[in-house]
């Protein structure tokens, strides 16, 4: 009897079926299985509100969850900056794959990088991380909440795409998705982190299956050769920062770790909403295992909260 198909949920847009399909044909190899896609509609897919409106993190995460749940798919994809930081009863992250670029990047007109953007240029992005930063390192822009995919994004730039309105100067989109969908024609200029600091995750994705899916078998062995130690890690101290801060995947909050010669390292920034306050620290730790990456992340929070995070921004703390 031939064995069914491990059901692969995700969702609908160009961007979640180019990086579905990737993790599809490699887990469909590394378990030697037959795979088969699932599109499944999420609140953040249908609403078009901004995503401070809509509750911001999960809105992208919660159906594929019930789905999982249901059995209506096996394992479900996620953008893991999406992924809300709370525990979910019987789902477990699979496999962290190896990480791509966490930048993000500035998609402007005439090819324009920050500083060459002039004063009074629109920038659309519908994230209050990155519109904080371009506040705090250029307050002459004028920033501009945007929704849409990543090519709706892209026409909105005066001359970037034939045909599109082309209303804004400039939009800040994930470098890796641009990769991912073939792109990066489009971009200006690549943000270094010293300017605008990732959100937690960004970059990784995050593959999740029931928990009692993850102990043993096919799919369970092909996660787990999936996974990639350094960016489980990296991904697990900026996830630890943002859940003892109680702050959502929409807070104006920005995180990086890296796995270092010397252990692990971990940068963080909270800012106000308009950008005119910005807290950064940096902090590391020689124990690089799971427990001491939640462990530096818990601990850089407690210095942000410290050093008045909560008065920059709303964190439930």
Same mark, same amino acid.
């Given at each position: ?207 999740? +299956? ?60 909270? +800012? ?46």
């Amino acid at each position: 009897m031939a064995q069914a198909p491990v059901l692969i949920g995700t969702r609908g847009s160009a961007l979640a079926l180019t990086q579905t399909t990737t993790v599809a044909e490699t887990l469909a190899e590394l378990g030697s299985f037959e795979v088969e896609l699932v599109r499944v509609k999420t609140e953040g897919d249908v609403n078009r509100a901004a995503l401070s409106q809509i509750g911001g993190t999960g809105v992208f995460v919660a159906a594929l969850r019930e789905s999982l749940l249901r059995g209506d798919c096996d394992v479900a994809v996620h953008s893991l900056k999406d992924l809300p930081t709370a525990e979910a009863n019987g789902l477990t992250i699979g496999a962290v794959p190896a990480r791509v670029d966490v930048r993000d990047a500035l998609c402007a007109r005439d090819s324009l990088t920050l500083a060459e953007l002039p004063a009074g240029a629109t920038v659309g992005t519908g994230s209050p991380r990155r519109a904080a930063q371009l506040r705090a390192a250029r307050p002459d822009l004028e920033i501009v909440d945007i929704r849409g995919n990543v090519d709706t994004r892209l026409a909105r730039v005066a001359g970037l795409v034939e045909g599109g309105p082309g209303d804004l100067d400039a939009v800040v989109l994930a470098a890796a998705g641009l990769s991912r969908l073939g792109r990066l024609d489009m971009v200006s200029e690549f943000l270094d982190p010293a300017v605008m600091l990732p959100a937690p995750g960004q970059g990784a994705l995050a593959v999740e +299956c029931r928990t009692t899916d993850a102990a043993d078998g096919p799919l369970s062995r092909a996660l787990a050769a999936y996974d990639d130690t350094a960016s489980r890690l990296a991904v697990t101290a900026e996830r630890a920062l943002l859940y003892r801060l109680e702050a959502g995947c929409t807070a104006p909050i920005g995180a990086l770790a890296r796995v270092t010669e010397k252990g692990l390292a971990l940068e963080a920034v909270v +800012c106000s909403d308009d950008g005119t306050r910005v807290l950064r620290r940096y902090s590391s730790t020689s124990q690089a295992d799971e427990d001491g990456a939640r462990a530096l992340g818990v601990r850089m929070a407690e210095e942000l909260l410290a050093a008045g995070a909560a008065e920059l921004t709303e964190l439930a703390s």
